[in-house]
C-alpha cells in the first residue's frame, strides 16, 4: 500500500519493533504526529508525518495497536 494515507485519531497507540515500547499518538505539532512513550521511564517522544508513519507500518517497524483500523468484523 505505498503511497497510501490512513488517517489516524489521537489516542491511538502504537509499537516499535526494536524494542517493543509502546507509543500513543498525543497530538500534532507542525503538521506532524507526536507519539509519546507510555512507559514513565521515557521521556523521547517520536515526530513523524502521517506519510512517515505508514511507511514504518508497512516496513514493520511500527506496529498500530489499537484504533478504529484494527477492528475485525
Known sequence: MKGAVTMFEKGQ????????ESYEFVGKWSGSMVLAPE???NAEVLIY?????????????????????????
Open 13 to 20: 497507540r502504537f509499537e516499535t519493533s526494536h524494542d517493543n
Open 39 to 41: 512507559s514513565d521511564e
Open 49 to 73: 508525518t502521517e506519510g512517515e508513519i505508514n511507511e514504518l507500518l508497512d516496513d514493520g517497524k511500527l506496529k498500530l495497536l489499537d484504533g478504529p483500523e484494527m477492528v475485525m468484523g
